[in-house]
């Protein structure tokens, strides 16, 4: 069956310092991928998604992501994390009639 | 453009009492539907999604149930309410059936069960 892992639960980065959330998936085919970020008690808003083509996928507020065949993966970055960045981010890619999300990774942002 | 409401977004209810959640889109028509909720610091657990009106696809089995009686109008519900249910529910909706798209959210309900 289709997964998603993120292996990271907690991040804590300095702002202005460079970020990576790492997101696996198991999945035969090409699959679609997405990035989700939820701020504290917020809806999902969505951050960028990869359906094919380039691998490196821009999303909005800074955000890229890379698709790598051969690791089975699509991290999340971002240059440099401004103070606002801090939120809950879910990898995600659709399986069937539904989305299969990742457990999440909480980012903090130290000033 | 598309839009999607969540109704109440926020409820205190005692064990025992009944639950309606409500989610309404706008601009869009057949959305497939979908019910998540996010116990305090965990991740996504999907409870019900629809395809079309009256159809209901159960993922967790447990004392909630969902229904959707317009084209897009979906609603979670309960008859007697858990401790356990408390949590962020999150009501979310993609087009074009067949056609992979992104799943969009509503701003979500807070359920606190006392």
């Known amino acids: 069956a289709q997964s998603v892992t993120q292996p990271d639960i907690h991040i804590t980065v300095s702002e202005g310092a460079s970020l990576e959330l790492r997101c696996n998936y198991s999945y035969g085919a090409t699959p679609y991928l997405f990035w989700y970020v939820q701020s504290p008690g917020q809806g999902l808003q969505l951050l960028l998604k990869y359906f094919s083509g380039d691998t490196l996928v821009q999303g909005i507020k800074g955000f890229e992501a890379e698709f790598k065949r051969s690791q089975s993966s699509f991290n999340l970055r971002k240059p440099s994390v401004h103070w606002s960045d801090a939120a809950e981010y879910f990898c995600a890619a659709p399986m069937g009639q539904n989305f299969v999300f990742g457990p999440g990774t909480r980012l903090s942002v130290l000033p | 453009s598309q839009t999607i409401h969540q109704w109440p977004a926020t409820l205190v209810q005692p064990v025992g009492s009944p639950l309606s959640l409500e989610c309404t889109v706008e601009?869009?028509?057949?959305?497939?539907l979908y019910w998540y909720r996010q116990a305090a610091g965990r991740g996504l657990q999907l409870l019900f999604y629809?395809?079309?009106?009256?159809?209901i696809s159960s993922e967790v089995p447990q004392n909630l149930s969902a229904s959707r009686p317009q084209d897009r109008q979906f609603i979670l519900s309960s008859k007697k309410l858990l401790l356990s249910d408390s949590g962020f529910y999150l009501c979310a909706w993609t087009g074009l059936a067949g056609v992979v798209n992104e799943q969009f959210f509503g701003p979500g309900t807070r359920l606190t069960v006392l």
């Open positions: 601009g869009t028509s057949n959305p497939n």
């Open positions: 629809s395809v079309g009106i009256g159809q």
